[in-house]
């Protein structure tokens, strides 16, 4: 700055006296000072939740110093941006996450416990932020911290949604669903930006129009609501960068209803106006399966017109020509949920802007890359275009247009292979005619990306196999990858702590790869001994969830054996609990005295069914079924007890992980795109037990098969096997518990038939039968690893020594070069 601005500048630093400190009495002023002035109670008298909100909002303002520097020096710099756009990011808590990337973790300890508080303690108080379903919302959240600690310019854009995921509450052992207000107690988290916002507009017709002497188009809407921004800061770890997450709220728009007005029903306006909010009220609980609601269509065009707006107004800012679009955004669709940006964009340039169509066309083939995130043909969206015509007509028109431009394109390159061509057609023709999502996607991005190994080669041989001979280079796949920030430093302190210890470093938090080093040790005695202390401690505070949870009591002899994720047929939970039957059945046909061979398991299983799942739904009955009668069973005591934990999510999950000794990952082979949680679990130093599917084949290369339990049939005999139906192998065993099931064994016998029919009678989709037998071989060796316990941390140390490559910091480096293009911009201290 020079001149005036200049000495403005200068007189405000002297007034602010530089940055807020971090040393423990500048933060116990801080906090003290929020307790007064922002929580508005008395510095003499705050309770825990009062000295949570206190300490939160001093973490905030030093967020929101570093994201001022971060957008400024982005501005300055303007680099080419990455804007990431989701419909769900899962974040879960935020202080012990903001204070360990701000690296001011002992700091905020020291200061609270001089004010009387304990850092754990008030870090309970916080509620989690469920704006997703699961795998995929987690994954964006865990990107969005790599991304901000590589220093990539980048922005994450979604949903402020108003009530997150539902909770679960189990009555009587079946799932109820309660709405999770989760704003009740405020977010110190989003700052609301009352001044960023966009009217988005909906229905209404599209008119014809001469301008200049040449034809455009002109949408005349028939709603309009406003978008507000709610910024989430997200810190980078041993960096000052702090990247933005904006998240958009739905309110109703400025510009009145002139209509009811001037009839005088003012009441009635009003309350029309309060209907806009209902946008971004819920978050849509089934994951994967969304087909044809106005509202959830409705929610994806109100987050990708404002975010549109907003990036073309921070591009048009700086430039004034839109051939350099390209050059400075990349716009990443997570899945197809945001894919109807594709037709915005191309809305704006040649609508609005009036690029003409083959300049706008060449623009949006540049700058659009999609991951996608399932095999499964549920999960592939489809829009009825009679909704899409109704709600968005302009849009309908230019998603049209570029078909018959990719249709008369394929046909000079294929000829007239009708059946090829009616595949690959964006709109599909039949009763319904539907707009395929992931069609538009692939022919408008010039990046197709999966997220494993397998789950690519399954779209370039199955899924998308029509659009890959087309177009072999767009194929890719950059493997999942989580945050070991969250995965380990903030849930597992102690580990994290044993970790540095024996690296001699702390780097391992930003330089993943520096795990490997923990190999050499994993047959040292004195890292064995701790590892195991580590291990146990993490287990007691397990332990003591569940039985405040169930009230059911478990020894920490026993190993812990979990599946945590949500409930689906594909990830077949059903097998599990079929296998604990088992088990159980054992252990009550074996003499006495052999019991003492067995090895003490605790069965810990947890996960939303989404609400209109039916299955899923009786999973979930059984299981507590089960639990009652197995845990109530003196005759088995501790050699067995099985545990549903309720209400799973992410914190749940950061209890959960730590103290798990085996966890199960049993997809039936070919059918979970990656997987996610079974890194979470490998970089705690959790034996996996698992089949040859998604992520976890890429495990098996880093760890080897011998420090894993994989069983069941490979991902190129499913269909076969599939093809035997009721010719298929299935052992007695298998037989024998789905029976005592069906015979009432464990109560409810008419409610659960309908789940015993899913895998008997030649219907057993999911190949439980099939796999049962090597399933059961898997846990037989399992348990005796476990029973040779110098053997075991063996395995435990090299699972987290191997661990590095499912660090979403590596999944982030490789989009960046391959898929984006960009480059960090580190802002200096
Ligand atoms: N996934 Br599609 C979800 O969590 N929800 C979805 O709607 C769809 C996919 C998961 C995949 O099931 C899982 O295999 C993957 O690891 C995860 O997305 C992240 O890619």
Request: charged letters at 25%.
């Given at each position: 700055y020079s001149g005036e601005r200049k000495a403005k500048a200068e007189r405000i630093l002297g007034l602010m006296d530089g940055f807020l400190k971090n040393d423990p009495v500048s933060l116990q002023k801080d906090i003290l000072e929020h307790v007064e002035y922002t929580v508005a109670r008395s510095r003499f008298s705050f309770d825990d939740f009062e000295a949570y909100q206190a300490l939160s909002h001093s973490v905030r303002d030093r967020l929101i110093e570093r994201w001022h520097d971060t957008q400024v020096y982005f501005k300055r710099k303007d680099p080419k941006r990455l804007y990431f756009l989701s419909l769900e990011f899962l974040m879960g808590r935020s202080l012990s996450n903001s204070v360990i990337n701000l690296g001011i973790r002992d700091q905020c300890a020291d200061a609270l416990s001089q004010l009387g508080f304990e850092f754990e303690v008030l870090a309970e108080q916080e509620g989690d932020a469920a704006l997703g379903n699961g795998g995929l919302a987690r994954l964006s959240a865990c990107q969005m911290?790599?991304?901000?600690?590589?220093?990539?310019?980048?922005?994450?854009?979604?949903?402020?949604?108003?009530?997150?995921?539902?909770?679960?509450?189990?009555?009587?052992?079946?799932?109820?669903?309660?709405?999770?207000?989760?704003?009740?107690?405020?977010?110190?988290?989003?700052?609301?930006?009352?001044?960023?916002?966009y009217a988005v507009k909906f229905y209404g017709n599209v008119e014809e129009e001469i301008l200049n002497g040449e034809k455009c188009k002109v949408w005349i809407p028939g709603e309009t609501v406003e978008a507000v921004a709610y910024d989430n800061p997200i810190p980078g770890y041993g960096t000052r960068n702090t990247v933005n997450l904006r998240l958009w709220a739905a309110k109703p728009s400025g510009q009145h209803d002139m209509e009811s007005y001037n009839t005088g029903d003012y009441i009635n306006a009003v309350v029309n106006r309060q209907r806009a909010e209902t946008i971004s009220s819920v978050l849509y609980p089934d994951d994967r399966s969304h087909q044809g609601k106005e509202l959830r269509l409705k929610q994806q065009y109100f987050f990708?017109?404002?975010?549109?707006?907003?990036?073309?107004?921070?591009?048009?800012?700086?430039?004034?020509?839109?051939?350099?679009?390209?050059?400075?955004?990349?716009?990443?669709?997570?899945?197809?949920?945001?894919?109807?940006?594709?037709?915005?964009v191309?809305?704006?340039?040649?609508?609005?802007?009036?690029?003409?169509?083959?300049?706008?066309?060449?623009?949006?083939?540049?700058?659009?890359?999609?991951?996608?995130?399932?095999?499964?043909?549920?999960?592939?969206?489809?829009?009825?275009?009679?909704?899409?015509?109704?709600?968005?007509?302009?849009?309908?028109?230019?998603i049209y247009d570029i078909n018959f431009n990719f249709m008369e394109e394929l046909k000079k390159k294929i000829g007239l292979d009708y059946d090829r061509l009616s595949r690959m057609s964006i709109v599909e023709e039949g009763a319904v005619k539907n707009i395929r999502m992931a069609n538009l996607s692939i022919v408008c991005c010039h990046t197709v990306d999966g997220v494993s190994r397998v789950h690519s080669e399954l779209l370039k041989s199955r899924v998308f196999k029509d659009f890959y001979e087309l177009w072999p280079q767009k194929f890719q796949y950059k493997t999942?990858?989580?945050?070991?920030?969250?995965?380990?430093?903030?849930?597992?302190?102690?580990?994290?702590?044993?970790?540095?210890?024996?690296?001699?470093?702390?780097?391992?938090?930003?330089?993943v790869d520096l795990l490997t080093g923990l190999r050499e040790y994993a047959a040292d005695a004195d890292l064995q001994q701790e590892w195991k202390m580590v291990r146990k401690v993490n287990k007691m505070r397990l332990a003591e969830y569940i039985e405040a949870m169930s009230g059911v009591k478990v020894s920490l002899d026993a190993m812990f054996d979990v599946q945590i994720k949500r409930i689906h047929e594909y990830k077949r939970q059903l097998l599990n609990i079929l296998s604990i039957i088992h088990r159980y059945d054992c252990i009550k046909n074996m003499e006495k005295s052999d019991r003492r061979k067995v090895v003490p398991r605790v069965c810990i299983i947890g996960g939303k069914a989404a609400p209109g799942y039916e299955i899923a739904k009786k999973i979930i009955k059984l299981c507590h079924a089960v639990a009652e009668k197995i845990n109530n069973d003196t005759d088995v005591g501790d050699l067995l007890k099985l545990v549903f934990i309720p209400d799973y999510n992410v914190s749940v999950a950061e209890l959960v992980i730590p103290g798990a000794d085996l966890s199960q990952h049993i997809s039936t082979a070919g059918h979970e795109a990656s997987g996610t949680g079974s890194m979470k679990f490998l970089m705690n130093g959790c034996l996996?037990?698992?089949?040859?599917?998604?992520?976890?084949?890429?495990?098996?290369?880093?760890?080897g098969s011998d420090n894993m339990f994989l069983f069941g049939a490979k991902v190129h005999e499913v269909q076969a096997l599939r093809e035997k139906g009721p010719a298929l192998k299935t052992p007695l065993q298998f037989a024998r518990v789905v029976k005592m099931v069906r015979d009432g064994y464990f109560g409810f016998e008419d409610h659960f038939k309908s789940l015993c029919d899913t895998v008997e009678g030649g219907s057993d989709f999911y190949l439980l039968g099939s796999d049962f037998a090597?399933?059961?071989?898997?846990?037989?060796?399992?348990?005796?690893?476990?029973?040779?316990?110098?053997?075991?941390?063996?395995?435990?140390?090299?699972?987290?020594?191997?661990?590095?490559?499912?660090?979403?910091?590596?999944?982030?480096?490789?989009?960046?070069?391959?898929?984006?293009?960009?480059?960090?911009?580190?802002?200096?201290?």
């Open positions: 911290d790599s991304l901000a600690t590589l220093d990539y310019p980048a922005w994450g854009y979604g949903l402020r949604y108003q009530y997150g995921l539902f909770r679960q509450v189990i009555l009587d052992g079946f799932q109820h669903e309660q709405p999770d207000y989760w704003l009740n107690f405020g977010n110190p988290w989003e700052i609301e930006r009352v001044h960023v916002s990708v017109s404002a975010s549109l707006q907003d990036i073309i107004r921070r591009f048009k800012e700086a430039h004034d020509n839109f051939d350099v679009f390209p050059e400075k955004v990349a716009l990443q669709l997570n899945d197809t949920h945001p894919s109807l940006a594709i037709p915005e191309m809305r704006v340039l040649v609508d609005e802007e009036h690029l003409g169509w083959n300049r706008a066309w060449d623009i949006v083939c540049k700058i659009f890359s999609f991951t996608t995130h399932t095999v499964l043909p549920e999960g592939l969206e489809k829009i009825p275009v009679d909704l899409l015509e109704s709600l968005l007509p302009r849009h309908l028109q230019i999942n990858g989580v945050t070991q920030r969250r995965w380990i430093v903030v849930s597992n302190p102690g580990l994290s702590a044993l970790i540095s210890k024996w690296l001699g470093t702390e780097a391992w938090i930003r330089d996996l037990l698992a089949t040859a599917d998604g992520s976890t084949i890429e495990i098996i290369e880093e760890i090597s399933y059961l071989e898997a846990q037989a060796a399992a348990d005796k690893a476990f029973v040779d316990q110098e053997k075991w941390t063996r395995m435990s140390i090299l699972s987290t020594a191997g661990s590095g490559r499912f660090s979403s910091d590596r999944t982030m480096e490789e989009y960046a070069k391959k898929t984006w293009g960009i480059e960090p911009c580190k802002c200096p201290f």
